[in-house]
């Protein structure tokens, strides 16, 4: 059950403005330079791992604890940082929302081709890899990374009071590929295993890139000094923070103009995380659908006046229209997959007007309305607190068929797979706190008035003898 909204929720801002998970309410606390863990760099440094944390400072946390959003940067792997640009924004923005939200830091950095290619654009000569591998290699480090983070914070769940089943994990750029890859690589049958098993040493890099990229990003201290060996890299997983005190499930993804390598979407487990994705069609550095990484910045730079050469080795990917059409086709040949929320401008501009910065497309055109999109979509995949007595399995579409529309204005739909002779529904508030109930009697489907609820996320039990199932919706 896919969501395709290419967005005309702005008819109902007005309404979403007091609710939970979606505006910023919140006055928030951070703290800066936590260490989640240390790990080995592609050059073999050690490199010990932080993360940025806020929490609301005045809010009533649910009893189960508030939703966790992990947060990763960009910078194409070898760039980039936790307390800059959107990452930052995107921390203080949704922990002012009720979240317990993380920026985190992983490791950076691939080996440089020791072909010596030059072009005057500044950044060029930093994607010269030795071979398109690196890309794949050190996504799969990031992805090891921040699913160690995300185990730190599940570890000190109590201290930040951080709801397990609430996980939400969200990254732009070459951040949005590892975000990706946290929560729908499920299987290590999703993993390019040779990619990231012992790789041949890498050639010396060109002394070219030692100032302009190693060292200016702090990659390693000289060429000399970097260990060329490429040792097997081990499980999408990693193994930070081992062992796990309690089990935790990513409900949503958030995917920034990222991407992904390769069709990481097929559910092995009993569900998936809901998708939310943005992309601009104009995107010079990630496109949009699927190509090769970076094909809209060669095409701008080849000719006059900058008579650039191709960036070698750029691996093929998915932008978010091409995961979008993956998606599409899996549900048609009944895969089980994910459903998503796809968001995209309609900006074209072309290489000569993206030299102004503000016309850039690898970019968000309109922050505030982009985000309160997301985070109205991620408050619809919200579990809430149901009291120990009344929980059962999450929804799964065993007894309920469907719940209709979501976000809801005054009225749902349900819809069971069958009649039952006797079906209670009862809504529990975020804190658990029981709002409505009523009793279908031998019906498949039920129209439940909502009009007297206040704006909010909600969960609906559905109980009988057969057990009980938990429905998550969002009342606007």
């Known amino acids: 059950m896919k969501q395709l909204l290419l967005f005309v929720l702005c008819a109902a801002c007005g309404t979403l403005s007091a609710q939970p998970w979606v505006d910023t309410t919140y006055q928030i606390q951070s703290e800066f330079d936590v260490t989640y863990g240390t790990a080995t760099t592609f050059a073999g440094y050690e490199d010990t791992l932080k993360l940025d944390v806020s929490y609301p400072i005045d809010d009533v946390p649910p009893g189960c604890g508030r939703p966790l959003m992990v947060i990763v940067h960009g910078g194409g792997w070898f760039a980039g940082d936790k307390n800059e640009g959107y990452p930052k924004r995107l921390r203080q923005d949704f922990a002012k929302r009720g979240y317990v939200t993380a920026s985190v830091n992983y490791r950076l950095g691939q080996f440089h081709t020791d072909r010596d290619i030059n072009c005057n654009v500044d950044g060029w000569n930093c994607f010269n890899m030795t071979d398109s591998s690196e890309f794949y290699r050190a996504n799969h480090?990031?992805?090891?990374?921040?699913?160690?983070?995300?185990?730190?914070?599940?570890?000190?769940?109590?201290?930040?009071?951080?709801?397990?089943?609430?996980?939400?994990?969200?990254?732009?750029?070459?951040?949005?590929?590892?975000?990706?890859?946290?929560?729908?690589?499920?299987?290590?049958?999703?993993?390019?295993?040779?990619?990231?098993?012992?790789?041949?040493?890498?050639?010396?890099?060109?002394?070219?890139?030692?100032?302009?990229?190693?060292?200016?990003?702090?990659?390693?201290?000289?060429?000399?000094?970097?260990?060329?060996?490429r040792p097997a890299l081990g499980s999408y997983s990693g193994d930070l923070n081992l062992p796990l005190i309690q089990d935790y499930e990513v409900r949503g993804v958030g995917n920034i103009y990222g991407g992904v390598f390769n069709n990481i979407l097929k559910t092995h487990k009993t569900s998936a995380p809901a998708l939310y994705m943005y992309h601009q069609p104009c995107d010079l550095v990630v496109p949009i659908g699927h190509t090769r990484l970076l094909s809209g910045f060669v095409n701008c730079f080849l000719g006059f006046p900058f008579n650039c050469g191709y960036i070698i080795n750029r691996p093929l990917t998915y932008g978010s229209l091409g995961v979008k059409r993956l998606i599409d086709t899996m549900e048609v040949r009944g895969v089980s997959t994910t459903e998503y929320f796809y968001d995209q401008s309609s900006n074209n501009f072309n290489c000569i007007q993206q030299a102004d910065p503000n016309l850039g497309c690898h970019a968000l055109d309109r922050y505030w309305f982009r985000m309160t999109n997301m985070a109205t979509y991620f408050a619809s995949?919200?579990?809430?607190?149901?009291?120990?007595?009344?929980?059962g399995a999450e929804w799964r579409g065993r007894i309920v068929k469907s719940a209709f529309p979501n976000p809801v204005n005054d009225e749902l739909t349900l819809t069971l797979n069958q009649e039952y002779n006797l079906v209670r529904v009862r809504i529990f508030s975020m804190l658990g706190v029981e709002m409505a109930s009523t009793e279908i009697y031998r019906q498949s489907e039920v129209k439940i008035n909502l009009s007297a609820l206040p704006p909010g996320a909600y969960a609906g039990v559905v109980s009988g003898k057969f057990g009980s199932e938990v429905v998550s919706f969002v009342k606007r």
Do not use: H, W
């Open 141 to 229: 480090r990031g992805v090891q990374d921040v699913n160690g983070a995300i185990r730190y914070l599940i570890n000190n769940a109590g201290q930040y009071q951080i709801a397990p089943s609430n996980v939400f994990v969200v990254g732009e750029s070459a951040g949005g590929f590892v975000a990706m890859g946290v929560g729908f690589i499920d299987d290590e049958s999703e993993v390019l295993t040779d990619l990231v098993a012992a790789y041949p040493d890498a050639p010396k890099p060109n002394v070219r890139y030692e100032n302009t990229c190693i060292r200016r990003y702090e990659l390693a201290e000289s060429i000399d000094s970097m260990d060329l060996s």
């Open 381 to 391: 995949q919200m579990g809430a607190c149901i009291p120990d007595g009344v929980r």
